[in-house]
């Protein structure tokens, strides 16, 4: 139902609509269908025929298939995104947020991370804003938990579960060792089995280095609101992922939702209670809300709706001049499967982006727009080092090392750049040569803990007075004190 925007125009500064001699295309958001669909508008037409405008807060592009790899550690996380300033030749950025969009005046509001709103003038829109998290409103959840949709939250969680390995190594408080070797992933979909699957597998290789802590103290969970996992599979694959999941010891519950998470106490729907220190939702996405804030047609779903040509419509199928739409926040049809849309995966938004930028580029050189139609080529996972499940073709079924390879041949090509390419194979070989980096760098999340520490005035001495039970020289106190409890005997790794 299309929608007005919430704030008039005129209440925040408008940057003057200078006349144009060549018409501007606006790309919200920069990432698979913003970066592509630029990228092949510039390379279709000339500087004279078009000016193209991407805006996003981020200054990259982020290939999330990469992101699992990334935090087991497989991939350099700089490798897994495309730097806007260089992928974009032709294309100017502005770094900041969509906040509103008011297709009628042509005009959208850009918040910057600093200094006021703005509002910028175009003449073609491109919507490639992609999607959020879709969260409930389970009790603890946003205190508690983290995503796993960006680069930031991948590196973030990596860095968790090395930290939480390291700090139990030296906690000899049973309950705490627990909560802080329990591992929690909701959702068993792609990104989250292939998260889940990746952690495990990186945290098992890192505490094969810890004397202090047993294979059988790591706990990884799983919980699943459906009764099974990775539904762009077929059941067979389904099950066989499960069963190699199970095999590793990797709890899961399906058909169990999370209940509440208050202070990392977490509660399933089938009464399973447990601490645990690490959260990870992934239980599906949600067109961006700030389409909320635009008067572009959206369906129930919150996506833009759009025709096969990627040609913005109305509830009536009507076209909405000058505005496309592609990749996740979009309804786009699925020509090989009527009556249902894409799914919201890279698959589709990269070649959604290249068939957008073709279509634009009709467009302006007065063509016909031809239709977007991509028939689904499978679906390949990693489940950790040299281990994986593919679909191809719908009938192909792959497992084990050769899905392994499969997913990284596919993954690396379809990743933008050449130098992106290149450097995350550098990466692999050299993670082959010299073993898998396991060091955590908690301490990039609060960079000034120490310099803060430091900077405080040290508090003055306080003398105190003897008394008959206290030993007044400290390394007899220390020596008073409990003596940590012995590492425990290392039993063989499982
Ligand atoms: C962990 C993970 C693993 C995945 N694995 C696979 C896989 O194996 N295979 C597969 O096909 N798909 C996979 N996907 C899905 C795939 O990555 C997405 O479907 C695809 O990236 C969608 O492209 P998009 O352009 O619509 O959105 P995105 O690529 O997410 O781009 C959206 C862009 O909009 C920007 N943005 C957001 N809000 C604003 C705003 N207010 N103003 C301006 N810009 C904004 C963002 O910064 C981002 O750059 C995975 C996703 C995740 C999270």
């Known amino acids: ?16 609509a200078k006349s144009r001699k060549v018409p501007r295309v606006l790309v919200l958001g920069g990432g698979t269908v913003g970066l592509y669909s630029a990228r092949r508008l510039r390379k279709r037409l000339g500087r004279r025929e078009a000016a193209i405008v991407v805006v996003d807060p981020r200054p990259y592009m982020t ?135 990746e952690l495990e597998d990186i945290a098992r290789y890192t505490i094969a280095h810890y004397k202090q802590i047993e294979q059988d103290e790591l706990r990884f ?29 990797i709890e899961i519950h399906l058909s169990t939702f999370l209940s509440s998470c208050v202070d990392g106490h977490v509660v399933l729907s089938n009464k399973l209670e447990f601490d645990a220190d690490t959260i990870v939702w992934t ?42 739409a592609a990749g996740d926040c979009a309804a786009v049809p699925d020509l090989y499967n009527p009556g249902s849309f894409c799914p919201p995966n890279a698959q589709h938004a990269l070649r959604q982006g290249n068939h957008l930028g073709d279509n634009l580029a009709r467009v302006l050189r007065s063509a016909e727009v031809t239709d977007y139609s991509h028939k689904n080529i499978g679906a390949v996972a990693s489940l950790g080092m040299y281990k994986g499940v593919a679909q191809m073709f719908g009938k192909i079924k792959v497992r ?43 301490a990039l999340h609060d960079p000034r803990a120490e310099f803060r520490a430091a900077s405080v005035p040290p508090k003055p001495r306080v003398v105190e007075e003897k008394s008959d039970e206290q030993p007044a020289d400290p390394a007899i106190a220390a020596a008073a004190k409990p003596a940590v409890k012995p590492a425990a005997k290392k039993k063989s790794a499982s």
């Open 1 to 16: 139902m299309p929608q007005s925007a919430s704030t008039p125009v005129a209440e925040t500064a408008v940057r003057p």
């Open 63 to 197: 290939y999330a298939p990469f992101l699992p790899e990334a935090a087991a550690g497989s991939i350099d996380p700089r490798n897994v995104v495309a730097p806007h300033r260089r992928a974009l030749k032709g294309v100017d950025v502005l770094q900041g947020k969509v906040s509103q969009i008011n297709h009628a005046e042509r005009t959208v509001e850009i918040t910057p991370e600093e200094g006021e709103p703005y509002w910028v003038t175009y003449d073609h829109l491109i919507v490639g804003l992609g999607s959020v998290a879709r969260t409930l409103p389970i009790p603890g959840l946003a205190e508690q938990a983290i995503g796993f949709k960006n680069v930031e939250e991948a590196i973030a969680v990596r860095n968790h579960v090395l930290n939480r390995i390291e700090v139990a190594s030296s906690t000899w408080d049973p309950e705490l060792r627990k909560r802080m070797l329990t591992f929690v992933f909701v959702g068993g979909g792609f990104a989250g089995i292939e998260a889940l699957a």
């Open 221 to 249: 969970v799983l919980v699943e609101g459906s009764p099974r996992i990775l539904p762009e599979v077929s059941e067979e694959l389904g099950g066989y992922t499960l069963e190699q999941l199970r095999k590793r010891h």
């Open 283 to 324: 239980a599906g996405v949600k067109a961006n809300p700030v389409l909320q804030q635009s008067d572009l047609p959206l369906d129930t779903m919150g996506r833009v709706t759009c025709n096969a040509a990627l040609q913005v419509v109305d509830e009536h199928g009507e076209i909405v001049p000058d505005a496309y």
């Open 400 to 442: 084990g090392f050769l899905a392994w390879v499969l997913h990284r041949t596919y993954h690396v090509f379809a990743m933008p750049t050449v130098n992106r390419k290149l450097r995350i194979m550098a990466g692999w070989t050299g993670s082959l040569l010299l073993r898998r980096e396991v060091v955590p760098l908690g």
